[in-house]
Nanobody, 126 residues
């Protein structure tokens, strides 16, 4: 079993920055591939960013490229999402997720992930 706890959300103004954290426990964190997703009211859950287990590979949805950075610290069992130049359309509940599988990775697909956090609200006022 893996437990994921997100933190770092809040209410900010457009152009501000936030850093989300995802603290993992329960298994060897360095074995997981990690992803961040978000869900706005009335919309489906959307892929935001993903990072390989070693941290060497990262992937982003086009709308956040150049503004968001995903990273991880395997020694601290924590994944991060640094969000800069926030926009009103970034407003959503943000979730981290862990994928224990190996091989081909459909990182954009929520069903690929085995464990999810409870989410943290990010609200960006314009």
């Amino acid at each position: 079993q893996v437990q994921l706890v997100e933190s770092g959300g809040g209410l900010v103004q457009a152009g501000d920055s936030l850093r989300l954290s995802c603290q993992a426990s329960g298994r060897t964190f360095s074995n997981y591939r990690m992803g961040w997703f978000r869900q706005a009211p009335g919309k489906e859950r959307e892929f935001v960013a993903a990072i390989s287990s070693s941290g060497t590979l990262t992937y982003y949805v086009d709308s956040v490229k150049g503004r968001f950075t995903i990273s991880r610290d395997n020694a601290k069992n924590t994944a991060y999402l640094q969000m800069n130049s926030l926009k009103a359309e970034d407003t959503a509940v943000y979730y981290c997720a862990a994928d224990l599988a190996s091989g081909v990775w459909n990182y954009r697909v929520p069903e690929e992930y085995d464990y999810w956090g409870q989410g943290t609200q990010v609200t960006v006022s314009s």
